[in-house]
């Protein structure tokens, strides 16, 4: 898996350049654009996106996604939800402007040379089930207006959204029943929530998803949780991985770390997760995990 590997830049630092640097000195082969130089990506200009593909494939990489916040935000204004990081993008907060964003992203893609454009499944709401018609309704939209465009959406499980852990964004995926919406699948966010990543988790996405995102999370007693390497956290990462190899999965992963050590910076974190996964590739031999010898 480790030639589909690559990570989201910010994660290693908020210079893209020196970012790309770390990340082709550390043999990944792709990147997600998420912030470049501390702007969200969709609130770049048309030149500012094509001179990031430029940088991108200088370093011998591809943009393999844009991570963009599209549906970050409250299908009700009037409504109380959830809220949660939505990575320096502007005050965008209704489902109109979200679609304006979605059309922006669709240009950017193409500018990227990327077919994949991340998204969620707005704030969550105190009983998301309630809302599933009215999300589906948005998510169907947006799937017809990507598939006319040939682009691919990937819905991600995120906490703070009502597609929060692997059943509920299986379920609106399942809903939606659009070629061009499938689900991105971060067993780290699962078990943020202090549920099973896998099995369970993966079970009620393996038949939709698109895409991976790495990261781990311990879940401790009273509800609280954290990120932490890759290896370190609940993710039964090599049960994963090995399901993954055996169930025929030919998309990519993506670093996504969200951790860095005490004293540190973003790339410290990355390179922990990086050793992590791939010392457990290494434990995965014997039981049919690949992995490279470097």
């Given amino acids: 898996m480790l030639d589909r590997l690559g990570i989201i830049t910010d994660e290693v630092s908020p210079s893209l350049e020196e970012a790309l640097s770390w990340i082709r000195e550390h043999g990944l082969r792709h990147v997600e654009i998420r912030m470049v130089d501390g702007k969200n990506v969709m609130m770049l200009t048309a030149e500012e996106v094509m001179h990031v593909r430029k940088r991108v494939e200088a370093h011998g990489l591809f943009v393999s996604a844009i991570a963009s916040p599209v ?151 009273g509800g609280d949780a954290a990120c932490v390497p890759i290896g370190r956290g609940d993710v039964d990462y090599i049960g994963q991985l090995q399901a993954l190899e055996r169930d025929g999965y030919e998309g990519l992963f993506s670093i996504e770390t969200h951790y860095v050590p005490q004293g540190g910076v973003p790339a410290d974190g990355s390179a922990l997760s990086l050793a992590g996964l791939r010392q457990l590739l290494g434990r995965g031999l014997l039981n049919g995990v690949e992995a490279e010898n470097e």
């Fill in 71 to 221: 549906f970050k935000c409250p299908l009700d204004r009037n409504r109380k939800v959830a809220g949660g990081d939505t990575f320096g993008q502007s005050a965008e907060e209704d489902v109109d402007s979200h679609f304006l964003m979605l059309e922006k992203a669709l240009d950017y893609a193409d500018l990227l040379g990327t077919s994949r454009i991340r998204i969620f499944s707005f704030w969550r709401e105190q009983s998301p089930e309630q809302y599933d018609d009215i999300i589906v309704k948005y998510l169907k939209r947006a799937a017809e207006t990507a598939e006319k465009r040939g682009k691919l959406l990937l819905l991600e499980n995120e906490p703070s959204c009502n597609g929060g852990c692997a059943e509920e964004v299986g379920r609106l995926a399942d809903l939606t029943a659009s070629p061009a919406l499938k689900v991105l699948w971060d067993p780290g966010n699962e078990a943020y929530l202090g549920l099973k990543a896998f099995p369970d988790g993966y079970e009620a996405v393996k038949h939709v998803l698109a895409h991976v995102h790495l990261k781990d999370s311990l879940f401790r007693e």
